[in-house]
């Protein structure tokens, strides 16, 4: 194990650098779906996801969303503000799909008007399930005003990158975004790429996310080759 070793997760390594505030992200080609029970590889998903997250995080800055991107380094990798992450992942969603589709039997594609947040608790083990505000506040894990600053930007960012994606053809239908506390402040962190997003060509309907994989419908990796594309056409 190198000895800048600090965290592994599904889909990234996390290195320290010099710089005890601060972070190398190292994106792999791995991809997993259902709590790791289904494991694979997608074609250069590491480099495509970190400069896709990127490009997505830097537009996010510009528009006045605090998190944690420094820059891009290396292909594959990111350089960003070392996090204390909240073992909360954030969902909106904007068309019902995925798991919300299963448990309440709604028909995929749905509008939700407004958006539906969600919280679930980040354990793999446990399957990540569900939970409100209060167990989130009860067991610990963010205070009240964190999960007010949570839901608020993450309905943010949820304008914002419907805007973005609308812009190059795709619907954003529902995504999940992560918090980390770096001292006093509270950042969006982790990721934002179509393992994390999922998008739909908006004259097809085709799916450019992981659901190719999760689905196995093939051409995973052309799908997130062509979101790449059409995100990096964007004028920065
Ligand atoms: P879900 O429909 O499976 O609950 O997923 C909702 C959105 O959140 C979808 O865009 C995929 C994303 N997501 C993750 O990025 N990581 C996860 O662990 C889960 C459960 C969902
Ligand atoms: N990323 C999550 C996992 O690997 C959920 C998913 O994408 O299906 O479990």
């Not at 969603?93 to 008007?113: C, D």
């Not at 980040?122 to 399957?127: I, S, T």
């Not at 402040?185 to 799916?207: F, H, N």
Request: with cysteine.
């Amino acid at each position: 194990m190198e000895d800048n070793f600090l965290y592994e997760g599904k889909a990234k390594k996390i290195l320290t650098t010099e710089d005890p505030m601060v972070v190398r992200m190292v994106f792999k080609d791995d991809a997993t779906a259902f709590d790791g029970k289904k494991k694979g590889k997608i074609g250069d998903k590491g480099q495509v996801n970190a400069r896709i997250s990127s490009r997505i995080f830097r537009y996010l800055q510009q528009k006045g969303i605090d998190n944690h991107f420094i820059e891009q380094s290396e292909p594959g990798e990111i350089i960003a503000r070392r996090l204390e992450i909240i073992p909360v992942e954030v969902v909106v969603r904007n068309l019902a799909t995925g798991s919300i589709s299963r448990r309440l039997g709604l028909k995929e594609g749905l509008p939700f008007n407004p958006p539906i947040l969600e919280f679930y608790f980040k354990d793999d083990q446990l399957g990540d399930p569900m939970i409100n505000e209060d167990h989130i506040q009860v067991l610990g894990w963010a205070s009240r005003e964190e999960i007010e600053k949570m839901r608020e930007s993450a309905h943010r960012v949820n304008g914002l990158l419907l805007e973005l994606f609308r812009g190059i053809g795709i619907q954003l239908v529902d995504f999940k975004l992560e918090f980390g506390r770096a001292g006093e402040e509270l950042l969006l962190g982790d990721e934002i790429s179509p393992d994390t997003c999922r998008l739909w060509d908006l004259k097809t309907g085709e799916k450019l996310d992981k659901d190719r994989f999760r689905q196995d419908l093939g051409n995973t990796e052309a799908a997130y080759q062509e979101i790449l594309r059409r995100i990096e056409e964007l004028e920065e």
